[in-house]
């Protein structure tokens, strides 16, 4: 007894060294880095407990004080929003927290980037906290779930308009032969995926012998909007690029499939459950790797959008360039503590914390899982929907960029 004591003490030892040389090895430039594997591994831990603790969590009597016990998918929805919840309030009150940081001398700006050893401490303990809650809260938070899941693809859908006038803009202003001539290629490539992507979007979700008109309205919309993001770019009033037209005429056919592909695996308009109707491990982790690529590529731009997240006085917005440092060494890290930060550090938070509520979804069925459904990644009616509304969004949102300009000249957009 005495050496297994011995030996558990010196495990514990060396695991707690390995976590500190880890932490300690989070430099200022990885710390998005490292928000983003935190919480990549909410998304194992929510997986790995929606596996496996509903045996354990039939038997807490906060939790399972039913007159008859619910049925295991019950419990595994309830395991996933309750690590979901745990993970959405650290993300909360790290975003509070950083309310206001507008250069890095505030020691709130130290907060953000280290102290990493706390962090994963506080965020364990607030995980495992959820646990003690009761159901009432962790069903208001369901609810609220839905709503910031939407808020979570809208975000995404600003952040890609950023992104693709930001794309434009620099290639127009190389002002070359050679990058006009790269706009066109990548436009018509975009426009032949998109054209090429509706056609096997009719051949896969509106098969033969079947009533799928509701199939046929998803991407026959999506056809007309794409037309219509044409004429309105090629408009003499408006003479846009064809270059973010063609980008988001792609993503909002992506959205459409990613919505028809969300249609129970039982029903007969939905094409892909002739491949589909066992649940793989790998359909999970596809769901899962592509829920983290969306969360990095959101934080990743959140630090570089010009037009969202930078705070007045950071340089992406427009303020003055940092002073060249001096040649004393004492004035340069003076100056270096005074140099304003380049993204929103609340905003950022944010974001992951609606990214939150939007894995939450994905893993639950939107809260909504039944049977096999309920056993795989982002399938079911609430989650075809959303999608769709996400593809209108974002039409709507790139129309008005577009038009928005010429109906209020004097404004600013």
Same mark, same amino acid.
């Given at each position: 007894?005495?050496?297994?004591?011995?030996?558990?003490?010196?495990?514990?030892?060396?695991?707690?060294?390995?976590?500190?040389?880890?932490?300690?090895?989070?430099?200022?430039?990885?710390?998005?880095?490292?928000?983003?594997?935190?919480?990549?591994?909410?998304?194992?831990?929510?997986?790995?407990?929606?596996?496996?603790?509903?045996?354990?969590?039939?038997?807490?009597?906060?939790i399972n004080h039913f007159y008859e016990t619910p049925d295991r998918e019950w419990f595994e929805?309830?395991?996933?929003?309750?690590?979901?919840? *745990?993970?959405?309030? =650290? @993300?909360?009150?790290?975003? !509070?927290?950083? #309310?206001? &940081?507008?250069?890095?001398?505030?020691?709130?700006?130290?907060?953000?980037?280290g102290g990493w050893m706390m962090k994963v401490i506080c965020w364990c303990l607030l995980v495992?906290?959820?646990?003690?809650?009761?159901n009432g809260v962790i069903s208001f938070y369901e609810s609220t779930s839905k709503f910031g899941?939407?808020?979570?693809?809208?975000?995404?859908?600003?952040?890609?308009?950023?992104?693709?006038?930001?794309?434009?803009?620099?290639?127009?202003?190389?002002?070359?032969?050679?990058?006009?001539?790269?706009?066109?290629?990548?436009?018509?490539?975009?426009?032949?995926?998109?054209?090429?992507?509706?056609?096997?979007?009719?051949?896969?979700?509106?098969?033969?012998?079947?009533?799928? *008109?509701?199939?046929? =309205? @998803?991407?026959?919309?999506? !056809?007309?909007? #794409?037309? &219509?993001?044409?004429?309105?770019?090629?408009?003499?009033?408006?003479?846009?690029?064809?270059?973010?037209?063609?980008?988001?005429?792609?993503?909002?056919?992506?959205?459409?499939?990613?919505?028809?592909?969300?249609?129970?695996?039982?029903?007969?308009?939905?094409?892909?459950?002739?491949?589909?109707?066992?649940?793989?491990?790998?359909?999970?982790?596809?769901?899962?790797?592509?829920?983290?690529?969306?969360?990095?590529?959101?934080?990743?731009?959140?630090?570089?959008?010009?037009?969202?997240?930078?705070?007045?006085?950071?340089?992406?917005?427009?303020?003055?360039?940092?002073?060249?440092?001096?040649?004393?060494?004492?004035?340069?890290?003076?100056?270096?503590?005074?140099?304003?930060?380049?993204?929103?550090?609340?905003?950022?938070?944010?974001?992951?914390?609606?990214?939150?509520?939007?894995?939450?979804?994905?893993?639950?069925?939107?809260?909504?899982?039944?049977?096999?459904?309920?056993?795989?990644?982002?399938?079911?009616?609430?989650?075809?929907?959303?999608?769709?509304?996400?593809?209108?969004?974002?039409?709507?949102?790139?129309?008005?960029?577009?038009?928005?300009?010429?109906?209020?000249?004097?404004?600013?957009?």
């Amino acid at each position: 007894m005495w050496a297994a004591g011995c030996l558990a003490s010196c495990c514990a030892s060396c695991a707690c060294s390995a976590c500190q040389s880890v932490v300690s090895g989070i430099s200022r430039r990885s710390a998005r880095i490292a928000y983003c594997g935190l919480f990549a591994l909410s998304l194992i831990v929510a997986w790995i407990l929606r596996e496996v603790a509903a045996p354990l969590m039939e038997k807490i009597p906060w939790i399972n004080h039913f007159y008859e016990t619910p049925d295991r998918e019950w419990f595994e929805t309830d395991a996933v929003l309750r690590v979901s919840l *745990g993970n959405f309030l =650290f @993300f909360s009150i790290l975003a !509070l927290l950083m #309310v206001g &940081v507008k250069n890095q001398r505030d020691p709130r700006d130290s907060l953000h980037h280290g102290g990493w050893m706390m962090k994963v401490i506080c965020w364990c303990l607030l995980v495992i906290l959820m646990f003690f809650l009761p159901n009432g809260v962790i069903s208001f938070y369901e609810s609220t779930s839905k709503f910031g899941s939407g808020l979570f693809l809208l975000v995404q859908v600003v952040l890609l308009l950023d992104f693709v006038h930001s794309w434009n803009d620099k290639w127009v202003g190389y002002d070359e032969q050679f990058w006009y001539a790269a706009l066109l290629v990548v436009s018509l490539v975009c426009y032949v995926a998109t054209f090429s992507f509706s056609g096997l979007l009719f051949y896969l979700f509106t098969p033969s012998g079947h009533d799928c *008109g509701l199939n046929t =309205f @998803f991407i026959v919309m999506i !056809l007309i909007l #794409v037309f &219509v993001f044409a004429v309105i770019t090629l408009h003499p009033k408006v003479s846009g690029s064809i270059l973010p037209a063609s980008v988001i005429s792609l993503y909002c056919m992506y959205l459409c499939y990613s919505g028809l592909a969300s249609e129970p695996r039982d029903y007969a308009c939905n094409g892909l459950h002739n491949h589909s109707k066992a649940v793989s491990t790998g359909t999970l982790t596809i769901g899962l790797l592509t829920t983290v690529l969306s969360v990095v590529y959101s934080a990743v731009r959140a630090g570089s959008s010009t037009t969202l997240l930078s705070p007045p006085s950071s340089p992406r917005a427009g303020g003055e360039k940092p002073l060249l440092p001096l040649d004393k060494r004492d004035e340069h890290e003076e100056k270096e503590k005074n140099k304003p930060v380049t993204y929103s550090y609340s905003f950022f938070h944010i974001i992951f914390s609606l990214a939150s509520m939007y894995s939450a979804m994905l893993l639950t069925g939107w809260s909504t899982s039944v049977g096999e459904s309920g056993r795989l990644v982002d399938v079911g009616w609430p989650s075809v929907w959303v999608r769709m509304l996400t593809s209108w969004a974002t039409a709507g949102l790139f129309i008005w960029s577009m038009v928005a300009p010429h109906l209020f000249p004097d404004r600013e957009f």
